[in-house]
């Protein structure tokens, strides 16, 4: 794998919070069932990773069709670029992932295609606010799973460089999960006519992504001749209900008058992550 991190120019006076890390994983070698040896875990992250192409370039154009109005705050215009280039890479490495899964004939691209359509029919649908509030929503739901991940579930990937691809994109998505809530702050402000629509896309968003992400879980069982391995689900739904007990309540915390997403502190978490998959070396090393 080769990897530089994009820094702000010196001239800037303000820099991002946060870097853009140019990635190329190599996933030519992975094994068919790369989490936890089980069809049910490997599908539903892999059906996971099949909404971030297409989800993550809808992120980009919602903060790009309102960032004209945020100009004027030098600060979050950098972020919001940041963010941007940080989701553009994160598009581009799940997209060689899936790539590479097409070798077991599941076919995981045409999950792709499919978040795409619905995607871009939201974005039709909705104005611009509405569009910024789903990715909004979403962010706190990315937010919420990869502590998880960063935790614990990332050793149930018995790939290194799958597991590098989720950790490394874990670390990001903690770094820029404020970024667009901000944005949305900065523009309708923190009051009740601002509240209620962000709870109620949170909801449609969070039945969205709920839907979809099982939905592709299926498919994938379905297409690999393992939908009734029910050894496997059991598995799966045992570790499934653990890990619930913890994101229900910071999903729910969401629903708060004055959450913000910087109320919760990766930084400890985030640190150790760094250092297993080596970022923390590379950026020590970086010239300032």
Request: hydrophobic content about 35%; proline content about 4%.
């Given at each position: 794998?080769?990897?530089?991190?994009?820094?702000?120019?010196?001239?800037?006076?303000?820099?991002?919070?946060?870097?853009?890390?140019?990635?190329?994983?190599?996933?030519?070698?992975?094994?068919?069932?790369?989490?936890?040896?089980?069809?049910?875990?490997?599908?539903?992250?892999?059906?996971?990773?099949?909404?971030?192409?297409?989800?993550?370039?809808?992120?980009?154009?919602?903060?790009?069709?309102?960032?004209?109005?945020?100009?004027?705050?030098?600060?979050?215009?950098?972020?919001?670029?940041?963010?941007?280039?940080?989701?553009?890479?994160?598009?581009?490495?799940?997209?060689?992932?899936?790539?590479?899964?097409?070798?077991?004939?599941?076919?995981?691209?045409?999950?792709?295609?499919?978040?795409?359509?619905?995607?871009?029919?939201?974005?039709?649908?909705?104005?611009?606010?509405?569009?910024?509030?789903?990715?909004?929503?979403?962010?706190?739901?990315?937010?919420?799973?990869v502590v998880e991940m960063m935790k614990d579930v990332n050793e149930l990937m018995t790939d290194e460089t799958i597991r590098n691809l989720w950790l490394w994109h874990s670390v990001?998505?903690?770094?820029?999960?404020?970024?667009?809530?901000?944005?949305?702050?900065?523009?309708?402000?923190?009051?009740?006519?601002?509240?209620?629509?962000?709870?109620?896309?949170?909801?449609?968003?969070?039945?969205?992504?709920?839907?979809?992400?099982?939905?592709?879980?299926?498919?994938?069982?379905?297409?690999?001749?393992?939908?009734?391995?029910?050894?496997?689900?059991?598995?799966?739904?045992?570790?499934?209900?653990?890990?619930?007990?913890?994101f229900i309540p910071k999903f729910l915390d969401y629903y708060r008058f004055n959450f913000h997403p910087n109320d919760s502190d990766e930084s400890e978490i985030v640190a150790k992550?760094?250092?297993?998959?080596?970022?923390?070396?590379?950026?020590?090393?970086?010239?300032?």
């Open positions: 794998m080769s990897m530089s991190v994009l820094k702000e120019k010196s001239k800037q006076k303000t820099p991002a919070s946060f870097p853009v890390r140019r990635m190329d994983y190599e996933f030519q070698d992975m094994p068919k069932y790369w989490c936890n040896n089980e069809p049910t875990f490997t599908h539903y992250f892999t059906g996971l990773s099949t909404l971030f192409p297409e989800g993550e370039s809808y992120f980009v154009r919602s903060v790009r069709a309102l960032r004209s109005q945020v100009k004027d705050n030098q600060q979050l215009d950098r972020d919001i670029g940041a963010f941007i280039g940080q989701e553009a890479m994160h598009s581009k490495e799940h997209h060689a992932f899936h790539r590479s899964a097409q070798q077991y004939g599941l076919d995981p691209e045409s999950l792709e295609k499919t978040t795409g359509i619905i995607l871009k029919a939201i974005e039709r649908t909705f104005p611009k606010k509405w569009n910024l509030l789903v990715t909004v929503g979403l962010e706190h739901y990315t937010a919420v799973l990001e998505e903690t770094e820029h999960k404020a970024v667009a809530y901000d944005m949305y702050e900065y523009l309708y402000g923190k009051g009740l006519a601002a509240y209620i629509p962000r709870v109620a896309v949170f909801t449609f968003s969070l039945a969205m992504i709920t839907a979809m992400s099982t939905a592709y879980q299926v498919v994938l069982l379905k297409r690999d001749q393992q939908l009734l391995n029910l050894k496997s689900w059991r598995k799966f739904a045992q570790h499934g209900r653990e890990k619930y007990k913890v992550t760094k250092v297993k998959i080596g970022l923390s070396q590379v950026e020590n090393h970086l010239p300032a």
